[in-house]
T-cell receptor
Framework: QQQVKQSPQSLIVQKGGISIINCAYE??????FPWYQQFPGKGPALLIA???DVSEKKEGRFTISFNKSAKQFSLHIMDSQPGDSATYFC??????????WGAGTKLIIKP | DTAVSQTPKYLVTQMGNDKSIKCEQN?????MYWYKQDSKKFLKIMFS???????INETVPNRFSPKSPDKAHLNLHINSLELGDSAVYFC????????????FGPGTRLTVT
């Protein structure tokens, strides 16, 4: 019940296209859903996060869509650029201390 | 100004040795973490300290021991290193409260030969 399932494992998108990564959770006590971005050789960094009181949050080209009834949330990257090539992690939390992480998606944007 | 720093960045050592990785954060955060990232990029929480007190201790071999001398530092000591310990180890910190964001260090790539 603590798991966060992320898909796909890897994704190749043409430059200018839309990248979509999905996550699903079971524990309805989760109240914070972040996405982290990790470039090779670097630590993960927070990209965007959402709480379950809203269904969508947008920051620039990045949007989180949240479906509380389906217990799913997704990251959409509009107008994907080669610089977006990275590994993306979804996560969920219900307290101050512990994030439950998805397995990661390696995104490659082809020029 | 580096927010979360780790030393060393690379560590190559032989099986059976003991090694330490140091972590420091200058963000004034109360909570610090150690993660292990394997070759498939999976992030596994190992330990978490809040104000020098251990609050998360996942199933990790006893050979791994965290030490928090103060709120800004969380070191990881590993005894009797094994081949399977080869991974990238990340330190992170967070403020807690309503701000759940975790800030990660650059990672330490440990290779055990």
């Amino acid at each position: 019940q603590q798991q966060v399932k992320q898909s796909p494992q890897s994704l190749i998108v043409q430059k200018g296209g839309i990248s979509i990564i999905n996550c699903a959770y079971e524990n309805t006590a989760f109240d914070y859903f972040p996405w982290y971005q990790q470039f090779p050789g670097k630590g993960p960094a927070l990209l965007i996060a959402i709480r379950p009181d809203v269904s969508e949050k947008k920051e620039g080209r990045f949007t989180i869509s949240f479906n509380k009834s389906a217990k799913q949330f997704s990251l959409h990257i509009m107008d994907s650029q080669p610089g977006d090539s990275a590994t993306y992690f979804c996560a969920a939390s219900m307290d101050d201390y512990q994030l439950i992480w998805g397995a990661g998606t390696k995104l490659i944007i082809k020029p | 100004d580096t927010a979360v720093s780790q030393t060393p960045k690379y560590l190559v050592t032989q099986m059976g040795n003991d090694k330490s990785i140091k972590c420091e954060q200058n963000l004034g955060h109360d909570t610090m973490y150690w993660y292990k990232q394997d070759s498939k990029k999976f992030l596994k929480i190992m330990f978490s300290y809040n104000n020098k007190e251990l609050i998360i201790n996942e199933t990790v071999p006893n050979r791994f021991s965290p030490k928090s001398p103060d709120k800004a530092h969380l070191n990881l000591h590993i005894n009797s290193l094994e081949l399977g310990d080869s991974a990238v180890y990340f330190c992170a910190s967070s403020q807690g409260g309503l701000d759940y964001e975790q800030y990660f260090g650059p990672g330490t790539r440990l290779t055990v030969t």
